[in-house]
């Protein structure tokens, strides 16, 4: 059975470590540490969440973030999902669906007009079915800036 709870600062290394594990997948550039420390201040923060799935065992199977954000287009506060990870063991087991379920409960309490979701590139095609299913659709492409 999958038991999910919002993390906070006890569970840094846990949300670190899964983190860790999907930028490593996604070739992304941020370590361990790094990502400790930014969890931190996430944590520090009332406008973002970070939900933890558990398994029977009590171990950490999957971490999604999110942060809410303003905008006139939107109608006002929404959610924006940044990541979401489901060790591979426990993919197509309903984890990640759990875990959006939840996302959509706390937009509800929170009054969030939408939720939205930045899906990686196109070499992860099961990665945005899932979010097809889901009810999520495809609103534009976006861009950054580094500064």
Do not use: C
Request: no cysteine; net charge negative; aromatic share 10%.
């Amino acid at each position: 059975m999958i038991s999910l709870i919002v993390a906070d600062a006890s569970h840094t290394t846990v949300v670190a470590a899964l983190l860790a594990d999907l930028f490593e997948q996604v070739e992304h550039t941020l370590e361990f540490e790094e990502i400790a420390a930014i969890f931190a201040d996430m944590d520090a923060s009332d406008h973002h969440s970070t939900l933890l799935a558990f398994n029977e065992d009590d171990e950490a199977v999957g971490v999604i973030t999110l942060v809410e954000s303003m905008s006139l287009s939107a109608g006002g506060h929404y959610g924006v999902i940044n990541e979401l990870y489901v060790v591979p063991e426990y993919r197509s087991e309903g984890v990640g669906k759990m875990l959006i379920d939840y996302a959509k409960e706390i937009g509800e309490q929170r009054e969030w007009t939408r939720l939205e979701v930045t899906t990686p590139g196109d070499e992860f095609e099961k990665t945005r079915h899932f979010y097809e299913r889901e009810g999520f659709f495809k609103i534009g492409p976006r861009y950054k800036y580094s500064s």
